[in-house]
């Protein structure tokens, strides 16, 4: 998780910053930390609504909440 969030910090910028968002969310979600990857998987959605892994992070917040 703390790598995810160095390269988001670093790399806000990067063509690779959708997938640190849904990587990280997932991480969090792995950790047992849901109110860290509701945001940021909701993060992801609202700033990447066309990414191919939308529909993922969506099913996944559904379980989450």
Do not use: C, R, W
């Not at 790598?3 to 990067?14: C, G, H, P």
């Not at 940021?40 to 990447?48: A, I």
């Amino acid at each position: 998780v703390d790598a995810f969030d160095t390269f988001i910090k670093q790399y806000a910028k990067s063509s690779l910053l959708a997938n640190a968002l849904i990587a990280q969310g997932i991480s969090y979600a792995g950790l047992g930390k849901n109110p860290q990857a509701i945001a940021t998987l909701k993060q992801f959605t609202e700033s990447y609504p066309s990414h191919p892994l939308v529909a993922d992070a969506q099913q996944m917040l559904s379980q989450l909440n």
